[in-house]
C-alpha cells in the first residue's frame, strides 16, 4: 500500500514537472517571438516615424472628383462672358451652330470665340483710326480661357476689321472701320449649373429683341417670333427680356456651356451645345 502511494506522488510530480516545462518553453518562444517583432524581422512591424502615403484607387479618385461644387453668380456669369464673339449684332457663331468642341476650333476661332473677352483689352490710337491689342494680352486671354500653351499666332476678325500681328511691336492692329448700330441685341440669362471637381456645365437660355419692331424672337434669323415688347414698360429692356426669359423657358433655346478641371480649381472651355 505505502509502495503504491509513493508511486502516485512520484507520478504526479512528474506531471507536475512536465507542465512547468512545458510553460517555461511557452515564456520563452514568446519572449523570442516579441523580440523578433520589435526587430522587424518577423510579420514586418511598422517604424512609428515612418510615414505611409495611401495612393487613392480609381473608385476613391473617382469619388473625388465627383464631389460637388458650388458656385456663385458672379463666378458663372464670368464663365460664360467669356465666349462671347465680339459682333455689332448677335453672333452667329454662337447662335447658328449645334454644338462646339474646343478641340477642334483654330487658332483664330479661338480668339473670335472669346472675342468680346479680347477687344475689352484693346487700345485706341490715332483719333481713333486703329486699335491695338497687345499680343501679350490676346495670349492671356485665349489661355485663360482654353488652358496653358493653347495660343497661336493668328490675324483674326473682331467685327470691325482684321488685326494683324506686328511682330517688332509685339502687338495686334487694326484699322477701324465700324460704323452705325444694329437694332437686334441678343439677351442670354443663367437657369442653372452642375459643376465637380472635374468639370462645370452652365445651361443658359436666350432671346433675341428687335428694338425697331419692338419684337421678340427666338432664333438669330429672327423667324421665330415670339411677343411684342409692350413700350412704355417701366423696366430696362435688359431687365424685362431676362424676366420674360426666366418666364417662358419652356418654350426657348438652350446653350449648355461646358469648362473642364484636371486639379479642381482651373476650369478651361472645351465646348458648348447649342438646343435649338
Known amino acids: 500500500m505505502m509502495v503504491e ?10 506531471k507536475g514537472v512536465t507542465i512547468v516545462i512545458i510553460l517555461l518553453i511557452l515564456v520563452i518562444l514568446s519572449l523570442i517571438c516579441y523580440i523578433c517583432y520589435d526587430k522587424g524581422i518577423i510579420f514586418g512591424k511598422r517604424d512609428p516615424d515612418l510615414v505611409t502615403c ?11 472628383e465627383d464631389e460637388s461644387v458650388a458656385f456663385s453668380d458672379s463666378e458663372l456669369e464670368k464663365y460664360v462672358n467669356y465666349i462671347t464673339p465680339l459682333n455689332l449684332g448677335p453672333s452667329p457663331l454662337l447662335y447658328d451652330v449645334n454644338t462646339v468642341s474646343s478641340k477642334s476650333l483654330s487658332a483664330v476661332d479661338k480668339i473670335q470665340y472669346i472675342g468680346s473677352y479680347v477687344y475689352s483689352k484693346h487700345i485706341s490710337v490715332s483719333d481713333y483710326k486703329y486699335d491695338i491689342i497687345s499680343e501679350n494680352n490676346v ?3 485665349v489661355e485663360e480661357v482654353y488652358g496653358p500653351n493653347s495660343y497661336q499666332k493668328a490675324t483674326f476678325n473682331l467685327g470691325c476689321g482684321d488685326y494683324k500681328l506686328n511682330e517688332s ?6 484699322r477701324t472701320g465700324c460704323g452705325g448700330s444694329s437694332s437686334t441685341s441678343v439677351s442670354n440669362v443663367i437657369l442653372g449649373y452642375k459643376a465637380t471637381k472635374s468639370k462645370l456645365e452652365i445651361t443658359t437660355s436666350y432671346v433675341f429683341f428687335d428694338a ?11 423667324s421665330v417670333p415670339l411677343d411684342d415688347y409692350v413700350v412704355g414698360n417701366t423696366e430696362s429692356i435688359e431687365q ?6 426666366k418666364n417662358n423657358k419652356d418654350k426657348l433655346s438652350t446653350i449648355i456651356y461646358t469648362f473642364e478641371s484636371s486639379d479642381g480649381r482651373n476650369y478651361y472651355f472645351t465646348g458648348f ?3 435649338k
Open 240 to 245: 424685362y427680356l431676362r424676366k420674360y426669359i
Open 169 to 174: 511691336e509685339k502687338n495686334y492692329y487694326a
Open 54 to 64: 495611401v495612393v487613392p484607387g480609381n473608385d476613391e479618385q473617382n469619388k473625388n
Open 212 to 222: 425697331m419692331k419692338n419684337k421678340i424672337y427666338k432664333d438669330y434669323n429672327k
Open 5 to 14: 502511494q509513493n508511486d502516485l506522488v512520484t507520478k504526479n510530480k512528474g
Open 273 to 275: 451645345k447649342n438646343n
Open 139 to 141: 495670349k492671356s486671354a
